[in-house]
């Protein structure tokens, strides 16, 4: 598909008393349009920092320290998020740009009556009239699979699938061209974990919205994402296709996290195969970061950071990978991921 986001060499640090924190430190990642891409990777590693920088949501002491983000929107030129007023960037996230951040089922005034929330939404973010907003509720309410009647209830008259359904149908209502879902299954019993998948995969299916799904779940992204981009230590390490990804991970971190995968029925292993803690976004180590943990490591990746570049393969669209082992393997440019 055409490029939605270009993300390139995005840094976002928070200044903190003991440094400046380098959460996210060099990130180069294309979003396209109508695809579920996933962003895996432990907690620490920066997914959060990295999304809410996409929409300009960094609050301080977090800063962009660099880099862009070109959105391309439906109709009009693409522009550059990170360069926009305040004031631009919120029209821009009302109407094309919207985030669910983790927890955010939570986020309903549990003393308004669902309709009256959506209307309240709607005419915030848009120039619709209350009445046009009241009209469209029942559509919306639909569009999720939620019954009509839910728009008379209160938040704790729903489930917690349905208050999950109704924030997507909230995003839905501003007919976003892209929706963020910062870890929208955590914490979530395994039924309403079901609910959000299928509704997720249905505004993809039936309304061609981009997603960013961001979950540490590698689960999760072997249900929903089509591709998916690992990160480690503020950077991304892989993107693949999602099937490639689980079939045939290349970056040695992303093989540790597959295989940290529960199995069915069995023990949930905590990254069976990395020992070690993750690094500080304080002090990074140097070269490779994962080079403290990676049971391939060699001298160079003590001192060279590895560039994040296509593997040649044969594939049409091949991983991108960072890491010395694939050195010989790769081309420099031509991927849609990496351009310098
Ligand atoms: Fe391991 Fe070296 Fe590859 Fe880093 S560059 S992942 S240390 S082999
Ligand atoms: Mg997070």
């Given amino acids: 598909g055409e490029p939605l986001l270009e993300v390139r060499d995005l840094r976002v640090y928070y200044r903190t008393v003991a440094g400046l924190s380098k959460a996210v430190d060099g990130v180069d990642l294309e979003v396209r349009r109508g695809e579920i891409l996933g962003i895996a990777g432990e907690s620490g590693s920066g997914k959060s920092t990295l999304t809410t920088a996409l929409l300009r949501l960094t609050k301080p002491p977090g800063f962009i320290a660099g880099g862009s983000v070109i959105f391309h929107p439906r109709e009009g030129a693409p522009v550059d998020l990170m360069k926009l007023s305040d004031s631009q960037v919120r029209e821009y996230r009302w109407r094309n740009l919207s985030y669910l951040p983790q927890g955010s089922m939570n986020s309903l005034n549990p003393v308004m009556k669902i309709e009256d929330q959506f209307v309240d939404v709607i005419t915030q973010h848009s120039d619709i009239p209350a009445r046009k907003a009241r009209e469209m509720v029942p559509s919306l309410l639909e569009q999720v699979g939620l019954d009509l009647h839910v728009a008379r209830m209160y938040p704790h008259e729903l489930s917690g699938g349905m208050k999950q359904r109704v924030i997507i149908a909230m995003s839905v209502a501003l007919n976003s061209d892209l929706v963020v879902a910062d870890e929208p299954t955590t914490a979530l019993d395994v039924h309403i974990q079901r609910v959000v998948i299928q509704t997720l995969a249905s505004l993809r299916d039936e309304f061609g919205m981009t997603v960013i799904l961001v979950t540490h779940d590698m689960a999760v992204h072997a249900e929903l994402a089509d591709r998916v981009a690992v990160m480690y230590a503020g950077k991304i390490v892989e993107v693949s296709d999602v099937h490639q990804i689980f079939k045939d991970p290349k970056h040695p971190y992303t ?56 593997l040649v393969n044969g594939h049409q669209r091949p991983p991108v990978v960072a890491c010395h082992l694939y050195t010989q393997q790769q081309v420099s440019g031509g991927s849609d991921d990496r351009r310098s």
Avoid at 264 to 290: D, K, Q, T, V
């Fill in 255 to 310: 093989q540790g996290l597959i295989a940290s995968i529960p199995k069915i029925g069995g023990e949930r292993r905590r990254l069976s195969g990395i020992g070690g803690n993750a690094p500080s976004p304080l002090n990074w180590p140097p070269g490779c970061r994962f080079h403290p943990r990676c049971p391939y490591v060699m001298d160079a990746c003590r001192q060279q950071e590895p560039p994040l570049l296509p």
